[in-house]
């Protein structure tokens, strides 16, 4: 156990696989934190001179079902149900340890796991955490809002304590964020019902169409200032859908018009300059989708970004003026 007032070392980081597919549409995230592995994930963070831990992948086979009841529309509840329970039961271990967790997905219904076991740490060392959601999508539905059911659509809602999924985690506490604290950036792809509940609760949207008029750079300073006003922390949840499918086609959920390979550097980098990040999934990579593991390495490649990798060394700020060449 670590001093309640810790904060999180950058140095040291656990990485932790979460192999579950039964939330999304098509099967094969489940090998997501191999192919991440596979790229070099480790090696490339452990260059950057980080204390790198990897603890393996979770299971769920020895947890037992809770005494709710499942819920109408949410596919494979009992099964996201165990990671769920299992993935906070970790994350919250793992933060009190005062490493950075990453969590290696696995779909996007992880989240309601890892988010929510990083957060009861937070509340215990009474700091506010934030979630930037990198996503083409909002997963802001509910069993009462959703069109498919598929429960890595409603990760984001569940995070922010909307009905529905109020059994989810069994006898477990429900560290629930408010939707002030949830970030949604790079969002190209929202239901109608869903994007009617985002706006009764005023989650803050940078779609892509904001990303275009404004920039990466201007929306992502927005972001960090407002963590930072609040002496909050983040945590970065990744779908590699976030990026465009040129970019990054191994996923099963593609939408057109995704953030470049360089906006998403520029993310990145700038979250790293912050120093707020304390927390990460990476979710959503589908391996059977990909093309000879393009999106591993680029997933990696962006991870490394997000620790501190640099093509040159850069003394100034991110907000400091282009140098003459």
């Known amino acids: 156990m670590v001093n309640a007032n810790n904060t999180g070392s950058p140095h040291r980081i656990a990485v ?14 489940l090998m997501g934190p191999a ?16 204390q790198v831990t990897d603890y393996g992948d979770l299971g769920i086979a020895d947890i037992a079902d809770a005494s709710d009841t499942p819920p109408p529309n949410a596919k494979y509840y009992r099964e996201i149900q165990r990671w769920s329970r ?69 990760s984001a809602a569940f995070l922010c304590g909307e009905p529905g999924l109020d059994g989810l985690l069994g006898d477990d506490p429900r560290a629930c964020l408010t939707p002030e604290q949830l970030e949604l950036f790079g969002t190209r792809s929202i239901d109608r019902l869903e994007k009617e509940l985002l ?18 750079g201007v929306l992502m300073r927005r972001v960090i200032e407002r963590v930072r006003a609040r002496n909050g922390v983040l945590h970065v949840s990744f ?21 470049t390979y360089r906006e998403a550097h520029l993310v990145m980098e700038m979250l790293h300059d912050s120093g707020l990040v304390r927390s990460v999934d990476i979710v959503e990579l589908n391996p059977f989708l990909d093309e000879r593991g393009k999106t591993a390495r680029v997933a990696v490649e962006l991870i490394g970004s ?3 990798q640099q093509i ?14």
Not at 16 to 29: E, F, K, N, Q
Not at 36 to 50: D, H, I, K, N, Q
Not at 242 to 258: N, Q, R, Y
């Open 16 to 29: 932790l696989g979460a192999p579950i597919d039964l939330g999304a549409s098509v099967r094969g995230t």
């Open 35 to 50: 192919a991440l592995r596979t790229a070099g994930l480790v090696t490339l963070l452990e260059s950057l001179g980080l």
């Open 86 to 154: 299992v993935l906070a039961h970790r994350g919250y271990e793992l933060a009190q340890t005062g490493a950075i967790p990453v969590f290696l997905g696995g779909d996007h219904s992880l989240s309601m796991g890892s988010v929510t076991g990083v957060a009861r740490h937070w509340q215990d060392v009474r700091r506010e955490l934030f979630v930037l959601w990198l996503d083409a999508h909002a997963d802001y539905n509910t069993p009462a809002t959703t069109i498919t059911a598929n429960m890595h659509g409603m």
């Open 199 to 216: 706006r009764a609760r005023s989650v803050r949207i940078a779609d892509m169409r904001a990303i275009d008029e404004f920039g990466v």
């Open 239 to 259: 779908d590699v859908d976030f990026l465009d499918p040129e970019v990054a086609p191994g996923v099963g959920t593609t939408v057109p018009g995704g953030a």
């Open 306 to 308: 997000l620790f501190g």
């Open 312 to 325: 040159t060394d850069r003394p100034t700020p991110s907000n400091a003026i282009v140098p003459e060449h």
